[in-house]
């Protein structure tokens, strides 16, 4: 039920996009250390050591990212979950300590490209969603590395106080759904999963659909584009993008005073 509830909520979504104008075209330390400053996420590194001959064979991604996991595929160096996550922790930490220390947001000083709408809006929501005044939710649907469409809720806050930004900010890296966001879709393996996060409670048991709950003032955030409102203090914004198929946002304003 929980997982219906998710599939149908981006199946909802991406319609709306499609009547909302978005179109569907679109060894040693060392070593380990360069391995979690490549990728972004475990299932990331997983990802690479994934061949399109395993696939072929197992038919399931979730089980080949488990054997490499294991150790019984992929080549090169291999690295446990808890190591990448434990380093990639404390290199972001380190980062981020780093600029707060300097009071510099991660857009400041960056001149966007055209058609760089997308990195614009987040820049312009940056410093709000830092100090506190606003939480902002992002629908986003795309295509990730492997050529598979993928969807997500993604809750923008958490995102900037756990990751290093400017590499999104210069274009270096490009913004997507991942399996630890409020929510994710793989349109292509029909996989779903959610994850509540400091700032947001999925709820999925609600027969009018998937809903987050901020946790600071307790509103109601309704994500379906076929309700009325989005609720209390939120406001949604489609933004056409030609860098993605859909983007979303649902801006919450709190009751936190900087």
Not at 82 to 107: D, G
Not at 140 to 163: C, F, M
Not at 185 to 195: E, R
Not at 239 to 251: I, P, R
């Amino acid at each position: 039920q929980l997982d219906s509830t998710h599939v149908h909520t981006h199946k909802t979504e991406r319609m709306a996009g499609v009547a909302e104008g978005h179109g569907e075209q679109g060894g040693g330390s060392s070593v380990s250390d360069s391995i979690v400053a490549e990728f972004s996420t475990y299932e990331d590194f997983l990802d690479s050591q994934i061949t399109a001959t395993d696939l072929n064979y197992l038919e399931d991604e979730e089980l080949a990212r488990q054997l490499v996991e294991l150790g019984y595929r992929g080549s090169g160096e291999m690295l446990k979950r808890e190591e990448f996550e434990q380093r990639k922790l404390e290199a972001i930490t380190s980062k981020l300590a780093s600029r707060e220390q300097q009071n510099v947001l991660a857009s400041e000083g960056m001149c966007f490209s055209r058609g760089s709408n997308f990195l614009e809006a987040l820049a312009e929501r940056e410093e709000v969603n830092r100090n506190g005044k606003m939480n902002t939710i992002i629908f986003i649907r795309d295509h990730n590395a492997r050529g598979q469409e993928v969807s997500g809720y993604i809750d923008y806050t958490h995102r900037l106080k756990t990751e290093d930004f400017h590499v999104y900010f210069s274009g270096r890296k490009r913004v997507l759904p991942r399996h630890s966001d409020l929510s994710f879709y793989n349109w292509d393996t029909n996989h779903c999963s959610s994850t509540s996060t400091p700032n947001f409670q999925v709820i999925a048991d609600n027969a009018s659909g998937l809903l987050f709950k901020n946790k600071r003032d307790r509103k109601i955030i309704n994500v379906d584009p076929k309700a009325p409102s989005p609720g209390d203090n939120t406001t949604r914004t489609v933004l056409l993008s030609k860098k993605y198929k859909q983007v979303v946002f649902y801006d919450h304003i709190t009751r936190r005073k900087a």
